[in-house]
């Protein structure tokens, strides 16, 4: 019989002897579907030459094939690092991501978020810290029944709805390490206020000196934004103290990199007069000499997770994968660390 018109998805799978959800998952490349059933239901789609019409079937699902990213963070490497693993974890679907930074300081923060999500009708989104703390912003998305994770330092919600690394406990392992090198004497530089990464790293920074017994004057600390220019004024001041410290974790790679500039400055020696650590093990980490000591934060294995948990209902229960809600963060040992010199 000859075709008249377009072929559609239910030519695909009437010829290929499956369902429309199984011809769905074949053009979002559900990962685990049975590989002769994508063969088969592929080839009869090349015959056809069926083409999907993403517009029709967005209006048919009352949604669109767009995730969502939701950001008022400073440090633009860690949100490039997200989009990295969302966009790792779309490829090859019919799935964009819309990036929308928003103002967690303004008073239409909450309007605005709604009229984002309204408006774009996304099938998920992905709230990065420190506004994916505001429960406000989960209440927001349930109510227009928009699939949501919240990405933190700590649990924040129920698995689902959540990735997380575990800061403090990887901050105390940092700080034990400078302390079990003969570093009693440790300088922090701490995140900005309102972060709850910032509150975690301090805590695991507090807990180890407290548990080995070591006192921490307020003046060994400094606080940063995140950002270089931050990291070199706290830098600084720590830098300034006399006895100025031997040894000086950073909230972040970039004010670690501010640190190193800070003390080389000064014609300090890294590591032989500072020991620098720092946290969230950057490209800047690595390129800097010496190659900085720092916490890998698996950031882009969270944000390609926190993508595959928005798309489990699409892929459907049977295909479903149990994904992490917790990501373990490591220390990785490079060159910025030593002990400190005799006598200092």
């Known amino acids: 019989m000859e075709k008249t018109g377009k072929p559609t998805i239910n030519d695909v799978a009437r010829i290929a002897g499956v369902s429309k959800k199984t011809v769905s998952r074949v053009i979002n490349r559900s990962p685990l579907l049975n590989q002769d059933t994508r063969a088969r239901v592929e080839a009869v789609i090349a015959e056809l030459g069926y083409v999907p019409n993403v517009q029709a079937r967005a209006l048919a699902l009352r949604h669109n094939f767009l995730l969502g990213l939701i950001h008022d963070n400073p440090n633009a490497q860690m949100v490039m690092n997200v989009q990295a693993g969302i966009l790792e974890a779309i490829r090859d679907t019919e799935f964009e991501l819309i990036v929308r930074p928003i103002d967690r300081g ?17 099938y998920g989104v992905l709230i990065l810290p420190p506004v994916s703390e505001n429960d406000m912003l989960a209440d927001v998305c349930n109510d227009l029944g928009t699939r949501y994770v919240r990405m933190g330092s700590t649990a924040l919600d129920a698995p689902e709805h959540m990735v997380a690394s575990n800061d403090s406990d990887v901050v105390v392992e940092a700080v034990n390490h400078l ?166």
């Not at 303004?106 to 996304?122: G, H, I, K, W, Y």
């Open 106 to 122: 303004s008073s239409t923060m909450l309007a605005d978020v709604r009229a984002f999500l309204e408006r774009q009708r996304l």
């Open 179 to 344: 302390i079990s090198l003969g570093h009693s004497r440790i300088g922090l530089i701490a995140g900005p206020h309102g972060f709850r990464s910032a509150r975690e790293r301090r805590k695991g920074f507090e807990q180890a000196l407290s548990e080995a017994g070591i006192k921490l004057p307020r003046s060994l600390i400094a606080d940063g934004n995140y950002t270089f220019e931050s990291g070199l004024a706290a830098a600084d001041r720590l830098l300034d103290l006399s006895p100025r410290p031997t040894a000086i974790f950073a909230s972040n790679d970039e004010m670690a990199a501010a640190t190193l500039h800070a003390a080389r400055r000064r014609g300090m020696s890294v590591p032989e007069d500072l020991s620098i650590i720092g946290f969230d093990d950057t490209a800047i980490a690595s390129h800097i000499w010496p190659p900085m000591t720092t916490v890998h934060w698996p950031i882009i294995s969270m944000g390609r997770s926190a993508a595959l948990k928005l798309l489990a209902d699409f892929f459907g229960d049977d295909q479903a994968v149990e994904e992490p809600s917790l990501f373990p963060s490591t220390l990785i040992h490079r060159a910025s660390v030593a002990p400190p010199r005799a006598g200092s």
